[in-house]
């Protein structure tokens, strides 16, 4: 067996998967994504789609797809947001794990990548690092499912994440997919030892090596996006606190800020929930933490 196909097996697995826990990315679970720390992530986005809709010409469908969307956070804190584009909007969940399809209320659920074509955004948070990719050794031989030495210098064979990249690319008739995640590049992995960048998850801190116990962890490896580049080279990269920054976060935080200071004295809701944006912010826009995460744009453009 591969390392692919044993990953494949230790995370979607329908009976034993870790995906099929239910506890994936969430605050009870085993890791917390952007979309998780509050509605703030999801405000953000919503600036950045309201932006992309208006360079289409705010076309009457303007088609959404949340690749890899868990319980449908991140649909929910946008719709909370109400959007310019709102009423064009159609959102589409796609989720493979059961587990994860139970949890959307906002939007449509699927298991599959939708058909194209269709003018809109796609977006892949925290989803290509969790991909199935083959693992080799420096004299070329693949690595099975048997654990190598810390010491081994292994390189990873990305084929699942390029071939999602080059999917979605080609389902939109004109708009953006955005990838969100932890990148560095092939050559840079190889030189590292592999538990640096080919890691797990549990209870919200590092587990065990990707071999122990599969279906109780999460694994994932940084995105090569070298690799991904070999699909189409991007158009925009930037690291997440700039690209919230660009779509506005700081104008939302301060808005937030200026709720609390009206409603504080009152405990109304409004307020509370102004005085919580400081604190996501700090988290979004960690510089070791998830603000260093890679933002990675390809823009499709209209083929008229």
């Known amino acids: 067996m591969g ?36 509605p703030l992530f999801g405000a953000v986005l919503g600036r950045m789609l309201d932006r992309r809709w208006q360079e289409l010409g705010q076309p009457d469908s ?86 190598p030495s810390p010491e081994t210098r292994l390189t990873p064979r990305q084929s699942q994440a390029c071939e999602w990249l080059a999917q979605a690319r080609s389902i939109l008739d004109h708009g953006t997919v955005v990838v969100i995640d932890y990148m560095s590049t092939t050559e840079e992995m190889a030189a590292r030892a592999w538990p640096e960048w080919l890691r797990t998850y549990r209870g919200h801190e590092r587990g065990d090596d990707p071999w122990t116990a599969p279906g109780t962890q999460d694994i994932t490896c940084e995105v090569a996006l070298d690799q991904l580049s070999g699909v189409s080279p991007p158009t925009r990269i930037a690291d997440q606190a700039v690209w919230l920054r660009t779509h506005g976060i700081d104008e939302l935080v301060a808005e937030g800020i200026a709720a609390w200071q009206a409603g504080a004295a009152h405990g109304d809701l409004a307020a509370l929930a102004g005085r919580s944006r400081g604190i ?25």
Request: charged share 20%; proline share 7%; hydrophobic share 40%.
């Open 3 to 38: 390392f692919a196909e044993f990953m494949e097996r230790a995370l979607y697995d329908p009976v034993l998967g870790f995906y099929e826990s239910g506890r994936a990315g969430r605050r009870g679970g085993h890791f917390i994504t952007s979309p998780e720390v509050g």
């Open 62 to 147: 303007f088609t959404v797809v949340d690749a890899g969307a868990g319980p449908g956070t991140l649909a929910r804190t946008v719709a909370k947001a109400q959007p310019c584009c709102m009423p064009a909007l159609r959102w589409i969940n796609v989720e493979r794990s059961a587990a994860g399809r139970a949890g959307h209320t906002v939007g449509e659920s699927a298991a599959a990548m939708p058909a194209g074509p269709f003018a809109g955004v796609i977006v892949a948070n925290e989803l290509l690092d969790n991909l199935p990719l083959s693992l080799f050794d420096v004299d070329g031989t693949e690595v099975g499912d048997r654990r």
């Open 280 to 304: 996501e912010a700090e988290a979004l826009l960690d510089p070791s933490g998830l603000g260093k995460f890679t933002v990675a744009e390809w823009d499709v453009p209209d083929p008229q």
